[in-house]
């Protein structure tokens, strides 16, 4: 076929653009149904205390996630700052 053919078929284009469109999500989310590791819950887990549920989200609310975090700071002024 043609660019032209498809693109002056107004149906053939769409159609050809939901199929692209669902190979590309089915791509993505397919994999996700066969993964053990993203289905099993991880040994000795246990859901949050109510104090530890408040804590969590004063912290959150306070802004304090922002600067205490796992964040990497590359640059330059932080480096010398904190080391």
């Keep these: ?16 653009m939901v199929f692209a469109v669902s190979i590309g999500g089915l791509t993505q989310i397919v994999p996700l149904f066969f993964q053990d590791v993203t289905n099993k819950p991880v040994e000795g887990m246990k859901p949050y205390t109510a104090l530890q549920l ?23 002024a932080e480096t010398e700052r904190y080391g």
């Design 1 to 16: 076929m043609k660019h032209e053919v498809i693109e002056k078929n107004v149906f053939l284009l769409v159609l050809l």
């Design 54 to 76: 408040e804590g969590r989200d004063i912290y959150i609310r306070e802004g304090c996630v922002q600067c205490h975090s796992q964040m990497i700071r590359p640059f330059r």
